[in-house]
Structures are given as structure tokens and as C-alpha cells.
């Protein structure tokens, strides 16, 4: 079992940056492909993008590729979610989850474990 605790969420301008944390406990984060989903006010939980158990693969939902970035560092088993040239309708409580898996879901309901959130404020 896998404990996730998210931070580095904040409130920034349009064309800001932020970069999200995501901490797990345990010693096996390295087995576990790691993801961020994000949930705007009144709007369903979106796939923001994922990454594999060591890092040799990310995918992105378009509407954020090429401007966010995913990475991780197993040493310290903790996730990243860089966020550059942000934009109002980035908007969201930011979620990491995990799920113990070779691929990345893009689905939530696939994932096992799950942080508390933490929320982006774009202001325009």
C-alpha cells in the first residue's frame, strides 16, 4: 500500500509557473506507475498525464502537452508535475494517483491509490 501526499499548489498569473510535488510512503514507489489528474470547479475529474515506473515514458492529455511536464525521482519516491505558460482553465484541485502497472491508465476509476489534492489557481 502506497500513501500519497501532494503539494506546491498555489495561486499564480496567466503565463506563470508552478510545480507540483507528489511524496509517497513506502518503499516501492518505483513499481508503481504514478499520474495527475485534475478536477475543475463543477466539471468532471480529468487525466492530466502519466508516467512509468522509471521514468522512460510520460503521456499527456492535449490540452497541457507541451507546456506541463511529468517526472519523477524514485530515490526520493516523489512525483513532479512542472507547470509552465499557465492558463485560467487550468484551474483545479490537482490530484496524483497511483496504480501499480507497466502502462498508464488514462482513467481514474483504473487507479489504486490517490492524494488528497492540492489546488491551482490561475488568475487571468
Known amino acids: 500500500q502506497v500513501q500519497l501526499v501532494e503539494s506546491g499548489g498555489g495561486l499564480v498569473q496567466a503565463g506563470g509557473s508552478l510545480r507540483l510535488s507528489c511524496a509517497a510512503s513506502?518503499?516501492?514507489?518505483?513499481?508503481?506507475?504514478m499520474a495527475w489528474f485534475r478536477q475543475a470547479s463543477g466539471k468532471d475529474r480529468e487525466f492530466v498525464g502519466g508516467?512509468?515506473?522509471?521514468?522512460?515514458?510520460?503521456y499527456y492529455a492535449d490540452s497541457v502537452k507541451g507546456r506541463f511536464t511529468i517526472s519523477r525521482d524514485n530515490a526520493k519516491s516523489t512525483a513532479y508535475l512542472q507547470m509552465n505558460s499557465l492558463k485560467p482553465e487550468d484551474t483545479a484541485v490537482y490530484y496524483c494517483?497511483?496504480?501499480?502497472?507497466?502502462?498508464?491508465?488514462?482513467?481514474?476509476?483504473?487507479?489504486?491509490?490517490w492524494g488528497q489534492g492540492t489546488q491551482v489557481t490561475v488568475s487571468s
Open positions: 508516467i512509468t515506473q522509471i521514468g522512460s515514458s510520460t
Open positions: 513506502g518503499r516501492t514507489f518505483s513499481t508503481y506507475t
Open positions: 494517483a497511483a496504480v501499480r502497472r507497466v502502462a498508464v491508465p488514462v482513467f481514474g476509476n483504473e487507479y489504486h491509490y
